[in-house]
């Protein structure tokens, strides 16, 4: 069993930056992890993901401004955010599949994971 911790959340102003991050109790070795983020009355959208290898997979819409990185020793993942724009603005959460070492690509699709936070408001202002 996993539990994933996020904080970082806050608010920004447009252009701005803010760094996500997420503590899991229990390891996370071979897992690949993921943020998610939704808006109210929206589905969850998959933003970023990484495997144990370090490779990484995000939507385009954050692309060249979102880096998802994590620390396989200290079971964290992290997420900087940087060129912030309004449409940013969502409850983001941390999450992890329940496969080690699966051979699945990096994975946006939020069927594919088990594990969840209970996510943390980013605000972005323009």
């Known amino acids: 069993q996993v539990q994933l911790v996020e904080s970082g959340g806050g608010s920004a102003q447009s252009g701005g930056s803010l760094r996500l991050s997420c503590v899991a109790s229990?390891?996370?070795?071979?897992?690949?992890m993921g943020w998610f983020r939704q808006t109210p009355g929206n589905e969850r959208e998959g933003v970023a993901a990484?495997?144990?290898?370090?490779?990484?997979r995000y939507t385009d819409t954050v692309k060249g401004r979102f880096t998802i990185s994590r620390n396989n020793a200290k079971d964290t993942l992290s997420l900087q955010m940087n060129s912030l724009k309004p449409e940013d603005t969502a409850n983001y959460y941390c999450?992890?599949?329940?496969?080690?070492?699966?051979?699945?690509?990096?994975?946006?699709?939020?069927?594919?994971?088990?594990?969840w936070g209970q996510g943390t408001q980013v605000t972005v202002s323009s």
């Open positions: 990484i495997d144990w290898r370090g490779t990484t």
């Open positions: 229990g390891t996370t070795s071979g897992y690949v």
């Open positions: 999450a992890a599949t329940g496969l080690r070492f699966s051979v699945m690509d990096v994975t946006l699709r939020e069927d594919d994971y088990m594990y």
